[in-house]
């Protein structure tokens, strides 16, 4: 069985069925020049005894969005495509990453991808911790280019709102890619009249949602790569606590 069709296998759970069944059908096809029955089952029934299935579906459910914001701002950035590149070799490995990128490559060049449908989709299957992680990297794809213009912030708060990720879980997500005077506040979703103790409550609570321990049922990769979200969190209680002297 080749490589990718190993690959694959992980991320055939709910991710086989609906739209994302389909764009996946016609990915892989492209992929492979042509796909088999037998691929397909081949790639089954190593899914089926793979402990990385929810990591899989989170895997192809990034590369899908990712895809969608990449192309939000009307062109394709090659700083962006190497962002999803090097971000998935750090987290899988580089075999692994290669086998995502054939696919992704085939998601950037597909027009027919419905934001909504296959958001639709991932929002049944995928936990908020996840959700959360999905946004977080999709600000991160828009902003490794130097900048966040507002045509991908657009892409992301509609694929965030789709994925009913609420409007403070998404400012403070997108306060962490912004250096401004009151994103340590966005970050822990507060106002600066906040007292000193709602900054602490606020501290404490951002730490319990961000924690990278919530994405332990998709694998220490995932687990490694929601670190940045918390360590902003701690960065963002830190300022504040310096800025009024606690």
Do not use: C
Not at 28 to 44: C, M, N, Q, R, Y
Not at 55 to 71: C, N, T, W
């Amino acid at each position: 069985m080749s490589n990718f069709i190993k690959w694959l296998g992980a991320g055939l759970g709910f991710t086989l069925g609906g739209p994302i069944g389909s764009i996946l059908g016609f990915a892989i096809g492209s992929v492979l020049g042509g796909f088999s029955k037998a691929d397909i089952e081949s790639a089954k029934r190593y899914g089926e005894t793979s402990r990385n299935r929810q990591s899989g579906d989170f895997e192809i459910s990034l590369l899908l969005l990712a895809s969608v914001v990449i192309k939000a701002d009307g062109k394709t950035d090659e700083r962006e495509l190497n962002y999803v590149r090097m971000h998935f070799k750090k987290m899988y490995g580089e075999e692994r990453a290669n086998n995502a990128f054939k696919l992704f490559k085939v998601f950037v060049k597909n027009n027919n991808v419905s934001t909504r449908q296959i958001t639709e989709q991932i929002r049944q299957n995928l936990t908020h911790a996840s959700r959360l992680q999905l946004i977080h990297f999709l600000f991160g794809i828009a902003k490794s280019d130097g900048v966040v213009n507002e045509a991908e912030v657009q892409s992301i708060k509609i694929i965030a709102g789709y994925l009913y990720v609420n409007q403070n879980d998404f400012e403070s997500i997108k306060a962490m890619f912004y250096d401004s005077t009151d994103s340590s506040y966005k970050i822990l979703e507060i106002d600066k009249s906040a007292t000193n103790d709602e900054v602490k409550k606020a501290y404490r609570k951002m730490v319990k949602k961000y924690h990278p321990d919530k994405l332990q049922h998709l694998g220490e990769e995932h687990v490694r790569g929601a670190e940045d979200k918390f360590k902003q969190v701690q960065k963002a209680y830190e300022h504040i606590q310096k800025e009024r002297g606690l």
